[in-house]
């Protein structure tokens, strides 16, 4: 997904003899969920990434780290802290009041962190950290969104990568709009983080929502390392759930699927009771009465119930939606100031 960029949008800065190169102060955004197993290490690299790009004058020297604490029950958030504390930390940490799930902290950093330029980054060390000088030489091309897009799978399992490769073709088929191999490794610039400030959206599906906000936006390909430690915390069931959730927040398609679908059964049904009637008229097999009422009355009612469900859940989505709650309170912020509460 790319898009071109007019000269007047380049950002990289022009130096005169009277005029200083002002860098961007780039904040690197890291939800974390009981993570104390690779926390140290992803620290580590991240601060020693930071430190090269400000010694090669890509960034300003107050670029900080960002963690968030997603209401971990292990020492995540006693790592924060102490990292935070250390003398020339570069580390940030935010602590929200209870785990509120990846999306809603990955939304609380970008709201709340500081800089021109911020990147999100899982904290396991799987994305591949060598590519952000790339997203930076992009943003100061001119674009706003710069994703961070898998090259290839080989790290999956066979389930993972066919399962991941078409749920991305079928949110494309469904007419949302994601990009492919894209999950949630992205650079935003300021104003666009600030434009993502004005969705008050409750379901939040950030790779479906990211590529609402329509400015300049284009890609850099990287490869997908081994987790670094620790186990996943994205097993199946929470995967399935960002799968529906991805789904149900930007297609109306399953809506009017029970429509095709009440006809196809409508038509099924009136088939099979004509099956039925010629077995009646024509043969002595039949038992009277049974294949008229049961078979069309199975498929009915399993659609029924299908249907109900679906529109449940659209329902049971308009019911968050209205009750305007707030998605994330924060309980502690070390090391640093903040841009501003969340939503």
């Not at 980054?121 to 000088?133: C, E, G, H, S, T």
């Amino acid at each position: 997904m790319s898009s071109s960029v007019t000269p007047a949008n380049d950002r990289r800065a022009v130096a005169s003899p009277h005029t200083p190169v002002r860098l961007p102060v780039l904040a690197i955004v890291v939800p974390c969920y009981n993570e104390q197993e690779v926390l140290p290490e992803t620290t580590k690299r991240l601060c020693q990434l930071l430190s090269e790009l400000v010694k090669g004058g890509r960034i300003d020297g107050s670029s900080r780290v960002w963690l968030i604490d997603d209401g971990s029950r292990d020492r995540t958030w006693q790592l924060i802290d102490l990292a935070a504390a250390q003398p020339d930390s570069r580390i940030s940490g935010i602590k929200l009041s209870r785990n509120r799930g990846h999306q809603i902290a990955l939304l609380a950093g970008l709201l709340t962190a500081q800089g021109e330029v911020l990147i999100s980054v899982d904290a396991d060390l799987q994305d591949d950290l060598n590519v952000i000088p790339k997203m930076l030489d992009e943003f100061s091309r001119g674009h706003d969104i710069v994703y961070g897009v898998r090259q290839s799978r080989e790290t999956d399992t066979f389930f993972k990568r066919l399962s991941a490769e078409g749920y991305y073709r079928l949110l494309q088929r469904l007419g949302v709009e994601v990009v492919f191999n894209h999950a949630d490794y992205r650079l935003m610039s300021r104003r666009a983080v600030e434009a993502l400030r004005k969705f008050p959206e409750s379901n939040l599906f950030l790779r479906g929502l990211v590529p609402q906000l329509g400015f300049p936006t284009t890609t850099v390909a990287y490869d997908r390392a081994e987790r670094y430690a620790g186990e996943s915390k994205y097993p199946l069931g929470k995967m399935l759930a960002l799968a529906w959730q991805g789904v149900t927040s930007f297609s109306a398609l399953p809506l009017r699927a029970i429509t095709a679908l009440g006809v196809t059964v409508s038509m099924l049904s009136l088939a099979m009771g004509i099956w039925a009637l010629g077995i009646r008229l024509f043969s002595d097999h039949a038992v009277p009465g049974w294949a008229s009422i049961v078979i069309p009355l199975f498929l009915i009612s399993g659609v029924q119930l299908l249907s109900l469900g679906i529109i449940g859940e659209y329902l049971a989505k308009i019911f968050i939606e209205t009750k305007r709650r707030p998605l994330f309170f924060i309980e502690r912020l070390v090391g640093g100031g903040a841009s501003g509460e969340g939503e």
